[in-house]
């Protein structure tokens, strides 16, 4: 059974909403007339589970789906749970419970990755391109460079990066997949870079076997802007065997408020956890609490818990807090995170004083201070790159670790 | 140029907030390294054209994007307009201006779909399967003979019916296509039925081709649950030659309250008419304001407005007013509508106590009786299929017309 929780506003009779989703959602009303369809048309009806009244007023409506009434994906499941009923005045789903085999399974995830970056036991370090539009490509590969030889697990382009008619995809795979290459000479492995994949929908398979042909060992997917279906095609199809990150572009106008209070559109939590995890993510950004973004802790938190949920680690897909992410705040990350997360830094490496190579170095120094027990301060810590960077973007008050 | 107006809640700096957007969202800050590259970066960055704030404490800030930051597409423009933003606090889209020729245009719109149905002075009837979920083939085959021989020129599936193991969707199309060619024979053309594309993301234009092969002559497309990219690419292919009916399912999550007050999220104006209007979408279904949903009827208008906005007939794309839709209404569509328009009809037409005949027969009738200046009250008219349906539904009380 498809387990979804609606919460209405105060006002709301909510146990007549959820009659009217359990019915107008799935089979809806029939006359005297299809007597002889009954048992069928019964069968596809939702169920009303619970209907409870919060203290805040608001109520929780919990409805159970038929798993028949779905081709076992996610479009087919979203036209059911909150297609034109989420037309039907204020409702917001906060929680969705699939079974766990429901949709597609990632094909690397947090086991995956560890595999592919050959880091069993730290966070992993993620940097993004920047700046974001009006690079060449070979700017892409020098700013690369820095930061491959500097040991930095991991890159992505900015997500609004396309495929440009200045700056062709093709063009920066080709240029990045030489340093790549020669990076591994001396670091002894290959930094994954999560090229964008754009283009025309019905290519989009085709297109990411085109930059992997070409060197891509990683993609970076607009997953909300395409489509959670166009996620899970390209999770689904074997040929396809790089890992995806999926970035939460446009997931704003559908979740609203950071602390979840918007009356209408769907919970975060469901959004970038639940369901990027059934659709077959291997990892999932998300904005971070640490930065400026607006965004609740517990929000983010929830998505954390979501994606890391499956007991088996071949299907739990890896997190990756977003925004506001530097040196000075890997105390608070490890302590929210452990080990498992990517920490995803554009300006931290990219706007560090003295290069992407310090910005990089900075944050192996601050995983050294923070496991040494030590406090990320500028005037207690001894490697030059993450005292700069402490000086630029802060650090920990003391007793703050 | 790509306009788009943000609207920002009271107490918030609009113009700082449209500064952010500006640079966030295109080529982003960058240092003096990259002073070699001032004019390519330049090149990128959006411009705050105006800030304006409104009566009610609002603002509202409109940013120009250059064309060229995107692949002339709605995939990567989505994730310019509102990507990360949207994650960046309360904003709303509230208006998106496009070259005309941005993205890519319906192949049929009112035009076409006046070509297909062979009616070219009157609104057009469509009707909704009903029930949705547990008929078989043959049940969607008779309920079709019904409405097809009565005259009806449109129907759809429901847009949850999705390629189910009990119904699958390739049985339907065989059997209501048998009916088509049959009813041909006596009304002398064909009705469209509308068939729900679902199925992986990288195969939906293959299985387009496929249903039309096996008799499908239109599509029904939740285009954003599947993604607007996907429809995009639908619309792009030209072996795909039968019109595209594009589904609101899922766009409540991210329009909020129907009268666009909602601080987050895209207002219905550009979700279901620009958006739409620029992927291709031959005719658009949305909330009317006439039955019981919530829809404002300025928000409906606008909606109306932009879909017909194109002022080559070729481009301009068929409104489609659903919910709420029966016999009694039609003077008030018309009067808010004229002749362009679809009008949509599950229950009406379907749970007609005389049957689908008599309830597509009551729409006609109701519309000699609007067209001569009648009134549709039940006393007042003269076919019984009307009377019934008006006995059922409701009326128009004096003096409305």
Request: glycine share 10%; hydrophobic share 45%; proline share 5%.
């Amino acid at each position: 059974m498809i387990e979804v929780t609606y919460r209405f506003p105060a006002g709301v009779n909510a146990a007549k909403q959820a009659e009217i989703i359990a019915v107008g959602q799935t089979a809806g009303s029939w006359g005297a007339q299809f007597a002889h369809r009954e048992a069928e048309l019964r069968a596809h009806l939702a169920e009303v589970l619970a209907v409870v009244e919060q203290d805040d007023g608001t109520s929780l409506a919990r409805v159970g789906f038929p798993e028949h009434n779905t081709e076992g994906d996610i479009g087919t499941l979203l036209t059911m749970i909150f297609g034109k009923y989420s037309l039907a005045g204020p409702a917001r789903i906060v929680d969705v419970q699939l079974p766990e085999t429901y949709g597609t399974r990632p094909k690397f995830g947090i086991e995956g990755l560890r595999r592919l970056t050959r880091i069993a036991d730290r966070p992993l370090f993620m940097g993004i391109f920047k700046p974001a539009l009006g690079l060449s490509a070979q700017d892409h590969a020098e700013l690369l460079r820095d930061v491959a030889l500097a040991g930095l697990d991991l890159i992505k382009d900015d997500e609004i990066l396309g495929n440009l008619d200045g700056a062709p995809t093709l063009h920066r795979v080709r240029a990045c997949r030489a340093v790549i290459d020669e990076a591994r000479q001396t670091t002894g492995r290959d930094i994954l870079y999560a090229v964008n994949l754009t283009g025309r929908a019905d290519q989009l398979n085709a297109r990411a076997r085109e930059l992997i042909d070409k060197g891509a060992n990683a993609l970076l997917f607009n997953a909300l802007v395409y489509g959670y279906p166009a996620l899970e095609a390209l999770a689904a199809d074997q040929s396809i065997e790089v890992p995806i990150f999926a970035h939460p572009a446009l997931a704003g106008a559908l979740g609203g408020a950071a602390d979840g209070s918007s009356p209408y559109g769907i919970d975060y939590a469901v959004l970038l956890g639940t369901l990027m995890r059934h659709v077959g993510a291997d990892a999932v950004l998300y904005p971070a609490h640490y930065g400026s973004l607006p965004f609740a802790a517990a929000t983010e938190f929830r998505i954390r818990d979501v994606l890391r949920a499956p007991r088996e680690r071949s299907s739990a897909v890896m997190p990756v807090p977003s925004a506001g992410i530097h040196p000075g705040v890997l105390g608070r990350v490890l302590h929210d995170y452990g080990d498992d997360v990517v920490l995803n830094a554009g300006g931290a490496i990219f706007d560090h004083p003295q290069g992407p190579a310090a910005g990089v170095r900075a944050f192996f120094a601050a995983l050294e201070v923070v496991r040494g027990g030590g406090v990320l301060r500028e005037d207690e810590v001894n490697d030059e790159a993450l005292r700069v960077a402490l000086r630029k973007w802060g650090g920990e008050h003391r007793g703050a670790a």
